[in-house]
């Protein structure tokens, strides 16, 4: 695909303090409920901000998993400087942390200036401690924090241009990829939804995790975040002569759309649908207004990161901060693990009925 955007500048990019502004301190406090517009238009406001630091979360998780969500701002008088949103994730199965943000790839500090960002840092990792976590992760595409341990070989995201002209979109692609988006385009028996019933995209969805052996949220997870951002989320699926046999939710932000939830039945396959998936995807978000394509986060190493290559997306490293509280190691929760392959193993083999009654006890866990 073509350049990627520039490097992250959070000092020179992020919204800027009054000239005045060093003389009144900056203090740290939750947000109160009567506060959320105001941190939203701060996050709207933000260069680095993503739809994952947006209030709105903390009803999700809420309501889907009964947990409880932090969100600390950081104000110089009644001016917002930061916000930094913090889920905890308390598990017997993964342990205790607070991560920003939980269950997504994008989140951490936002902030005016540097002293903004180090007065959340050190609230985050004060929180930690009252809560007795193992530890703090803030997922943050750069390294923003001196002191605090720094994971970057572990997740690539892939972010590129969306240009406006069809044409221009698939000379982008490279030309074996672009073959086969072909052949699903040509295929007269894929039609597509991109208004679906959220039940369509979970079935295809959820048989494509129980095959790759990983546990699926539940059912109402879906439907609550589709409930809470409303616009900002699209259901769609792409039919076969039998019915759905792909299924995608993808949030929009701003130029931004991000294909965020997707998977298909093995019948796709043969009818070049999962490809014709995100071409779609991408008309439907250029004719929407969006400038860049967000192909979201993958493990190094693993068929989904080689996957993206292949649209021509260059991965970015993504750099996952960790302060330990009662850890003595940086966390390690991710199916690459061998301690977790005999489960992925196992997992593959459920009947689909199993996999979506055990799988959200077990998703919900993972953070």
């Not at 205790?96 to 007065?119: C, H, K, M, P, Q």
């Not at 129980?210 to 616009?231: A, C, H, W």
């Not at 997707?262 to 991408?282: F, S, V």
Request: proline share 7%; hydrophobic share 40%.
């Amino acid at each position: 695909m073509s350049a990627m955007p520039k490097p992250f500048t959070a000092e020179a990019r992020a919204p800027q303090p009054p000239a005045d502004a060093e003389r009144v301190p900056v203090t740290v406090a939750p947000l109160a409920a009567d506060r959320e517009a105001a941190w939203d238009t701060f996050v709207e406001a933000h260069a680095e901000g993503t739809i994952f630091h947006l209030s709105r979360w903390r009803e999700v998780f809420s309501q889907a998993f009964g947990y409880e969500t932090h969100l600390l701002a950081a104000t110089r008088g009644e001016a917002i400087a930061g916000v930094l949103p913090l889920v905890h994730v308390k598990t017997p199965l993964f342990g205790n942390a607070l991560i920003s943000l939980g269950f997504y790839v994008y989140g951490g500090i936002l902030a005016t200036d540097s002293e903004a960002r180090t007065a959340l840092a050190e609230a985050a990792a004060a929180l930690g401690g009252r809560l007795g976590v193992d530890y703090v992760e803030l997922r943050h595409r750069e390294p923003l924090l001196s002191g605090w341990h720094t994971k970057a070989e572990t997740y690539a995201t892939f972010i590129a241009d969306l240009p406006a002209d069809e044409d221009a979109n698939l000379k982008m692609i490279p030309r074996k990829k672009r073959a086969d988006v072909r052949k699903g385009i040509a295929n007269e028996k894929l039609t597509v939804d991109a208004d679906a019933p959220v039940e369509a995209f979970f079935h295809c969805y959820a048989t494509s995790l129980r095959n790759l052996g990983t546990p699926v949220q539940s059912l109402r997870y879906y439907r609550t975040i589709k409930e809470v951002f409303g616009d900002r989320v699209e259901v769609s699926t792409v039919n076969g002569p039998d019915g759905p046999v792909c299924g995608l939710l993808s949030f929009f932000w701003r130029d931004t759309v991000l294909p965020y939830f997707g998977g298909a039945l093995p019948e796709a396959r043969a009818l070049h649908a999962y490809d014709y998936m995100y071409w779609a995807l991408m008309r439907r978000a250029a004719a929407r207004g969006c400038t860049r394509f967000d192909f979201g986060r993958s493990k190094t190493g693993t068929g989904a990161y080689d996957y993206k290559t292949y649209w021509g997306f260059q991965p970015q490293p993504l750099h996952y901060q960790y302060h330990l509280v009662k850890a003595q190691d940086l966390p390690d929760v991710n199916p690459n693990n061998p301690k977790y392959r005999l489960m992925v193993q196992a997992w593959q083999k459920l009947p689909l009925w199993l996999a979506n009654t055990a799988g959200p006890f077990v998703a919900r866990q993972l953070g």
